[in-house]
């Protein structure tokens, strides 16, 4: 069963004071566009995260946060920025000074001035947190596959729906496309009748109005929308992502719907293939969300 481009998911994994979270996002893409957002730590893991999400992703834009919640005690690290205590405290003691205050400059006031305190760098090895990364990135991932799975069965359901009522809106034009055919025969020969009096040659006034007629048919559009739905639903039923294709058998359908149109010699038959059209924008529609 195909799949949606829309899901989310969310993965953590913990080991040796560790703990990495990943949140992905899908929406709509052509193609398969992965958008990282990871912390500096792990930009070397980056090639490596794109391979995995490349295994089973092949359509969407899939937006993944990657965080490192937790790191072990030895390797964090808080940095004093030095030379802005130094400022704070210059510019504290110019204050108490300007205000004739007594109170004098401690360390409780500099503690309480942003931007004094900032994480230290933290050097990591690739082959240490790579497994635990992985493990993270593939629960959220197939939470994500799950979902767009679950919307595609969804969508596909909806979308065999739509084809057999465009099977019995076939069947219902093809009998409206008989009955325009004969009451074309019937007033064109009426007409020349009233035109010619009576004083023509029957024969060949029959020629000319079965072929005026037989351009009027559309059993061949017909057949051939009928072989483009049930390619249609063979692809479906496949287990490869198939939005182009469907995509692409969409624009055939469409054709052939105007072909049929443009040859419509009834009311009856031009509301049908306005139906028919309206069918297959809803179908285009659904179309674009399957990967």
């Known amino acids: 069963m195909i799949s949606s481009m829309t899901g989310y998911g969310r993965g953590s994994s913990s080991q040796d004071g560790f703990t990495f979270i990943a949140e992905m996002r899908s929406v709509n893409h052509r193609y398969a566009d992965f958008a990282l957002r990871l912390p500096r730590e792990l930009y070397p893991l ?3 995260i794109r391979r995995q999400l490349q295994q089973s992703i092949k359509r969407g834009r899939v937006e993944v946060s990657l965080a490192m919640d937790e ?8 940095k004093v920025n030095y030379d802005l205590a130094e400022d704070y405290h210059k510019a504290l003691q110019l204050l108490s000074s300007r205000l004739d205050l007594s109170e004098k400059v401690q360390l409780k006031h500099l503690l309480q001035m942003p931007e004094l305190f900032k994480p230290g760098g933290v050097t990591l090895s690739e082959e240490q947190v790579w ?7 593939q629960e959220s991932l197939d939470q994500l596959l799950h979902q767009r799975q679950t919307e595609g069965e969804n969508l596909c359901r909806d979308l065999l729906e739509r084809c057999t ?3 019995k809106l076939m069947e219902t034009a093809s009998i409206a496309a008989e009955a325009a ?9 009426q007409k020349f009748e009233e035109l010619l009096a009576g004083k023509f040659e029957e024969t060949r006034l029959l020629m000319e109005c079965a072929l005026l007629v037989d351009r009027m048919g559309v059993d061949e559009e017909l ?9 249609f639903r063979s692809n479906l039923s496949g287990t ?3 939005g182009r294709k469907l995509d692409f058998i969409a624009q055939e359908m469409f054709r052939e719907v105007n072909t049929i149109g443009s040859k419509a010699g009834g009311y009856h038959l031009t509301n049908i ?7 297959l924008e809803k179908i285009r529609e659904q179309i674009q969300n399957l990967e």
Not at 71 to 78: G, M, T
Not at 131 to 137: D, F
Request: no cysteine.
């Open 223 to 231: 057949v051939r929308l009928k072989s483009h739905i049930e390619a």
């Open 71 to 78: 790191i072990p005690a030895d390797l964090r690290q808080v």
């Open 240 to 242: 490869d992502p198939a």
């Open 46 to 48: 980056e090639d490596r």
């Open 181 to 189: 055919k004969e009451d074309y025969r019937r007033r064109t020969e």
């Open 273 to 279: 293939v306005v139906e028919l059209k309206t069918e």
């Open 131 to 137: 497994p635990l990364v992985s493990a993270a990135l």
């Open 165 to 167: 009522r465009l099977e």
